[in-house]
Nanobody
């Protein structure tokens, strides 16, 4: 199994920045890629960004392109989400998730507990 713990959420004014961190532990050798998702109560979970664990290639949702950057530090088993130019519509609980070769690529079988990001206008 893989355990994930997010941190770094908080309250920020529109236009500000936050950096979220996700610490992975356990069977990290099985990780294929890591993703960030977000969810607002009453709405479906939304994909934000993902990063390949091996080569670091990334893919971002259109809604965050040019504002958010996902990165990783394999040596520390950490994934980050740098969020700049935040907007009130970015307010959500942010989750990191792990996609592993064992549980099936694309399934994101492992999830953290989430961290709240609130952007005030």
């Amino acid at each position: 199994q893989v355990q994930l713990v997010e941190s770094g959420g908080g309250l920020v004014q529109a236009g500000g920045s936050l950096r979220l961190s996700c610490a992975a532990s356990g069977r990290t050798f099985s990780i294929y890629r890591m993703g960030w998702f977000r969810q607002v109560p009453g709405k479906e979970r939304q994909f934000v960004a993902r990063i390949s664990w091996s080569d670091g290639s990334t893919y971002d949702a259109d809604s965050v392109k040019g504002r958010f950057t996902i990165s990783r530090d394999n040596a520390k088993n950490m994934v980050y989400l740098q969020m700049n130019m935040l907007k009130p519509e970015d307010t959500a609980v942010y989750y990191c998730a792990a996609d592993t070769v064992v549980t099936g690529i694309g399934t994101y079988a492992y999830w953290g507990q989430g961290t709240q990001v609130t952007v005030s206008s």
